[in-house]
């Protein structure tokens, strides 16, 4: 599939999650998707949905986690540009969802397109219920005129800038520490020099 690449909506200094406040809001949303009846599957959208699927596994006592492979960000990094539609690999990795209740699980929402087009992947597989459940939506990207909560079952947080999770690198290097706060505003580009000693 050919894409081309789409600027992000927001040019506001990104935040950067922590490891805490993400397991505040996983708490949350295994508390609020049990609450509705708990699944019997959790699927993650790799790369970053698979963290908190796992997650929210953990606290549901679901050992049933699938993943599937769906980008639509051309590269890592701050502000990464976007591909004009998301792109799946290896569909197959789902296995036999035929009649399974199932909670589609991903870090961020920002239009919606990738976890639409995967819940419309899931659906095609004979599941019997599926919910969605995302950390964090970033507004700046949302697009429709619904709110999110109208198109996402369960939304952890909102926002209106980029977002920067605990496991993902930072200018292609890993973060040095975690904040104690649940979020913390972060400079773009990343003011701290970096030697070829960091590099290591």
């Known amino acids: 599939m050919t894409t081309s690449a789409i600027t992000p909506a927001s ?5 950067r999650l922590t490891w805490s406040g993400i397991e505040e809001t996983v708490r949350e949303l295994a508390v609020r998707a049990d609450g509705e009846g708990r699944p019997e599957t ?8 698979m963290i908190p699927a796992v997650m929210i596994a953990h606290q549901l006592g679901i050992r049933d986690v699938r ?7 051309a590269t890592d990094g701050v502000n990464a540009a976007k591909t004009s539609a998301p792109a799946y690999r290896n569909p197959a990795s789902l296995g036999d969802l035929a009649g399974r209740d199932v909670l589609l699980v991903d870090d961020i929402a920002g239009s919606g397109a990738t976890l639409e ?31 999110p909560e109208q198109r996402i079952d369960y939304v952890g947080e909102r926002t209106d800038t980029w977002v920067i999770f605990p496991w993902e690198a930072g200018d292609g290097l890993l973060a040095a520490g975690t904040p104690a706060a649940g ?18």
């Open 183 to 200: 979020q913390e505003r972060v400079p773009a580009p990343r003011a701290a020099a970096v030697t070829d000693a960091d590099r290591s």
């Open 117 to 147: 087009r995967t819940r419309r992947m899931v659906e095609a597989l004979g599941i019997r219920r599926l919910r969605t459940a995302v950390l964090t939506v970033n507004l700046a990207n949302w697009n429709t005129p619904e709110a």
């Open 67 to 73: 993943t599937i492979e769906v980008t639509h960000t």
């Open 11 to 15: 040019t506001q200094v990104p935040i």
């Open 42 to 49: 959790v699927v993650g959208i790799m790369r970053g949905g």
